[in-house]
């Protein structure tokens, strides 16, 4: 290539005596090269690798998850078509239990599903159309907590 | 293409050379207090790690505040590695706040910010202010309890100032409390507002530098130093520095990892021992210690303005610390140790108390 | 049809309107002056402690509230002034009631359906009835002086609603009332009852939730005896009486062999084992051949229902101790960092068997048992999985840790031994005349 220095000569750039930036090989210290060249090959070595070992995490942060998205303040029970009339269906919101009850005419509501007395996990008896708990089998409907109001369950429709 | 006809067809077209030449001729001086030059670049080192990692998690967080817990909650537990990026992202940026301070601190001890340098040092002192903002927004997004609560008293704290307090407190909240607008609002500074602001000031703050090269100590002037190239040598012992952070972080990540805690409830009362972030402490110790009334003024705004004042005075220290007489040097090491050991003492009384 | 504007009504009708002002004003204040008189209360008001006490006492009174005054229990006349003429046995003044009489006394009213409706139609009206039937109302017939009536419980003046907080009757003042007779040594001599009742109550669970949690649907002395109709329920009516609240262990046991034993034996059905009123939260060992076990009452080694009562008890240890185990790596997960939220909440499941199985225990039955503890087992051991797996991720993470910080530090090594080397040749070069 035409007006290029004879760079091809030198082992790195600014290795010609008249180069400002000079990292030459002093006359005497050849000998030094093949340490040079075996310690640039291992720097190069341990840069790839620890770059390797950044942009490995990396790479796998930005592949989707198994699960797509994150938990939101909304969560799906169920089909309506699922869920009968006059019956209820455990579902998890959050980290607590709620239960979704379809009443005989149709209106749906949404409880926590602990109980207020050992924490039992409530169940809807369609014979009663009451809320129960395993415990005492009492009408508890009073005792079941209402899941604050800014929260709303969604259902999926058929 | 090897690599030096690259940089030539680069050099023609982008006139890179000149910038390769600048950094070719920049030499650092060596001398007693030389280790110290490093912590501009950790500083600035841990900030692009910040930038990369904050990135990262802007692709899986959800600035709301029925789903930032929950995002936050779903990075760590689902997203591969999600755990290493948010952990790193919390621990560096606690590393960066303290190397800024040291960064600074050691500028004001070797008094680089006498002329020509009063610019670098006004710039250096926004851009503390602009990472303090950086923790202080940064802090709230995964919305749980301990954030919740410490926004809230900080925020509470700014209020206090006579006159602007009010309004400044209801800019930074959306609103009179602490709700999902002020979240939305602290990740919109967090993400846009302030990293655009800082990457005009550390771009200046940076060219300043290069164009006055680094200062040496009063002490140190008009001696004949033995000056090291900054490229390849300190930029070398840089590049340890900034391996060795990336070690420290991975082992903190791994070892410390972040607590994610309970989500913020509106509702429930603040926990016991609320307290902000460590290098808040100092300042809300300060408050805590104030006599509630002094002399018929309320001592929580006496505290603040006395604040605001000690800020400004750092702030124009290049036009208070003029070339004086050594007594006057002496002087103004005194403050500083004594503002150091005092930020130390309180910062301490703060977790003990 | 529109009505009419007073405006449009005629200038006479108008007239006649403002005629009745004045009119009506009159009536009104003829009306107030004669304002029921009652010389009772004129006259008592003024007299010394224990004669006037009835009318102080009736300021908070709920028969005074609604009107019904001295002479609507006491008869006589209000209007006289005269001592003679207002208590006048002929105008049917009774005054301090025999003790034998009251429950009559009151039942006058309180007995009269078709005018305690006009007051209250939701309360009843077979409390005299009721009371006939109970232990006081018995002995107060064979002319028993001591016992409760009435107004032993309710007052005689100042009565005060049930629900009332400061009537002697609220739910957390019944213990009191009744203890004051029945928690009095003294005074419970004649009678062969114990009168530790009160005591014992008060170290109850019952009493615990009464009166530290303010739960006032905690029982209290009358929802086991009744109030009006007072008596312990008998032996083998306990675990209907338990059963208004405890309903499920009470069905359980009802459908048990136990319950046939234990009204054969008079052993007195719950009581046997939880005691009647100081009574205390079960806790395990009270089922399976330890000290403190019930079962030991009446099994003994060798036979069927002490081998049952031992593995009913070592199944459900085993129950909660795997789930102490699961809670326990899963604070060790957490504490180091690990998210577990998730198999925290599914170990609530387990927390669920662990409650009914103590429940069932009263079907006395190891299958029973062993249906509910089985799949509470299973979740138990799929969360204590999870906080094994959370742990070996956090190991996994630490040796990813030490092999990153082992290429990293060699790195950093590697960088150092290179700045030395372009050091060396720098000076070398300096060194080096040109």
Not at chain 3, 292 to 311: F, I, M, N, P, W
């Amino acid at each position: 290539m035409k007006g290029e220095p004879r760079l091809e000569t030198y082992e790195r750039l600014g290795e010609c005596a008249q180069c400002p930036n000079r990292e030459t090989v002093a006359p005497g210290m050849s000998a030094n090269s093949g340490r040079r060249r075996f310690l640039n090959y291992l720097l190069g070595t341990g840069f790839g690798a620890t770059a390797l070992a950044i942009f490995y995490p990396i790479l796998k942060f930005l592949t989707p998850p198994r699960v797509i998205e994150a938990a939101q303040n909304s969560v799906t029970a169920g089909k309506l078509g699922d869920l009968a009339l006059n019956s209820g269906k455990i579902f998890k919101f959050g980290n607590k239990p709620g239960i979704l009850i379809r009443s005989a005419s149709g209106e749906l509501k949404a409880f926590s599903a602990v109980c207020t007395h050992l924490d039992c996990i409530v169940q809807y008896q369609p014979e009663k159309k009451q809320i129960c708990a395993p415990v005492t089998t009492d009408n508890t409907t009073s005792t079941v907590k209402t899941l604050e109001v800014r929260r709303r369950v969604r259902w999926k429709s058929m | 293409m090897k690599a030096e006809s690259l940089t030539l067809w680069l050099d023609d077209r982008l006139g890179i050379g000149a910038i390769g030449a600048l950094v070719h001729k920049k030499e650092v001086p060596i001398h007693r207090h030389s280790i110290w030059y490093y912590f501009g670049g950790m500083t600035l080192f841990l900030f692009c790690v910040q930038v990369f990692t904050g990135i990262l998690l802007l692709l899986y967080y959800r600035p709301s505040a029925e789903t930032a817990f929950e995002s936050v909650q779903f990075i760590v537990t689902e997203v591969q590695f999600g755990w290493l990026i948010r952990s790193v992202h919390s621990w560096s940026a606690n590393l960066m706040i303290a190397t800024l301070f040291i960064h600074m601190f050691s500028v004001y001890f070797m008094r680089a910010y006498r002329q020509p340098r009063e610019m670098t040092w006004l710039s250096g002192v926004f851009l503390l202010l602009l990472a303090v903002g950086f923790g202080f927004s940064g802090y709230l997004l995964p919305w749980n309890k301990l954030a919740f609560f410490a926004t809230k008293v900080g925020t509470e704290i700014a209020g206090v100032v006579p006159i602007v307090g009010r309004p400044v407190l209801r800019f930074l909240r959306g609103g009179d409390d602490v709700t999902g607008a002020t979240l939305t609002r602290f990740f919109g500074f967090h993400v846009a507002v302030l990293p655009a602001i800082t990457t005009v000031l550390l771009a200046s703050h940076l060219m300043l530098v290069q164009m006055h090269g680094m200062s040496v100590p009063p002490s140190l002037e008009g001696k004949d130093l033995k000056k090291m190239k900054f490229f390849p040598n300190f930029f070398l012992r840089d590049l340890i520095g900034w391996v060795l952070a990336i070690g420290a972080l991975a082992a903190l990540a791994a070892l410390f990892p972040w607590e994610l805690g309970e989500k913020a409830d509106a509702f429930a009362p603040a926990p016991a021992g609320i307290r902000p972030e460590w290098y808040f402490l100092f300042m809300f110790q300060t408050l805590k210690l104030i006599p509630a009334k002094i002399l018929s003024f309320d001592g929580e705004v006496i505290g603040i303005l006395a604040f605001a004042i000690g800020g400004l005075a750092w702030f124009g220290l290049p036009f208070l610390d003029k070339p004086a007489p050594p007594r006057r040097r002496l002087v103004f090491t005194a403050i500083g140790v004594i503002v150091v050991i005092y930020m130390v003492a309180l910062t301490i009384l703060g977790y003990i108390g | 049809m529109k009505q009419k504007d007073f405006a449009t009504v005629s200038s006479r009708n108008r007239f006649r309107a403002y005629a009745l002002i004045p009119l009506v004003a009159f009536l009104f204040l003829v009306t107030a002056s004669a304002q029921k008189k009652n010389s009772c209360v004129e006259c008592h008001s003024k007299m010394e402690e224990t004669l006037s006490q009835p009318v102080a006492l009736s300021k908070g009174d709920v028969h005074d509230a609604r009107g019904v005054s001295c002479v609507d229990c006491h008869r006589g006349d209000a209007t006289k002034d005269e001592m003679a003429a207002a208590m006048d046995p002929g105008k049917g003044f009774v005054g301090k009631p025999k003790r034998a009489d009251i429950p009559v006394f009151c039942g006058r009213c309180h007995s009269n359906a078709e005018f305690m409706k006009t007051f209250n139609p939701g309360l009843r009206v077979d409390q005299e009835r009721e009371y006939s039937t109970s232990v006081h109302g018995k002995l107060l017939k064979t002319g028993d002086q001591k016992v409760a009536t009435c107004v032993s419980c309710h007052g005689n003046h100042g009565v005060r609603a049930v629900n009332d907080p400061l009537s002697k009757v609220y739910a957390s003042n019944v213990a009191d009332t009744c203890g004051s007779c029945h928690a009095n040594a003294d005074y419970m001599k004649d009678y062969n009852i114990p009168h530790d009742q009160f005591d014992n109550y008060k170290t109850s669970v019952h009493a615990k939730a009464l009166y530290e949690k303010q739960d006032l649907s905690a029982p209290t002395c009358n929802d086991c005896h009744g109030n009006h109709g007072a008596a312990p329920p008998g032996l083998a009516s306990v675990s209907n009486v338990c059963g208004q609240c405890h309903a499920r262990q009470a069905s359980l046991f009802q459908s048990n062999a136990h319950k046939t034993v234990f009204d054969l034996m008079h052993a007195g059905e719950c009581i046997q084992c939880h005691s009647n009123h100081g009574i205390k939260t079960p806790s395990d060992e009270m089922l399976g051949v330890g000290a403190k076990s019930a079962c030991l009452q009446c099994h003994g080694e060798g036979d069927t229902g002490y081998a049952v009562s031992g593995r009913m008890r070592a199944r459900i240890d085993e129950m909660a101790a795997s789930i102490n185990r699961s809670t326990e790596i899963l604070d060790r997960a957490e504490r180091a960092g690990m998210e577990v939220s998730k198999p925290r909440f599914e170990l609530n499941e387990a927390k669920d068997a662990l409650t009914q199985s103590r429940v069932l225990v009263h079907t006395f039955s190891i299958d029973e048992l062993d249906k509910v503890i089985g799949p509470g087992l299973e979740v138990s051991n799929k969360s204590y999985g999870a906080g094994g797996a959370a742990l070996a991720e956090l190991s996994f993470r630490r040796k990813g840790l030490t092999a990153s910080l082992f290429f990293i530090l060699f790195l950093a090594a590697l960088i150092y031994l290179k700045v030395r080397e372009v050091e060396r040749r720098q000076q070398a070069l300096q060194n080096e005349p040109l």
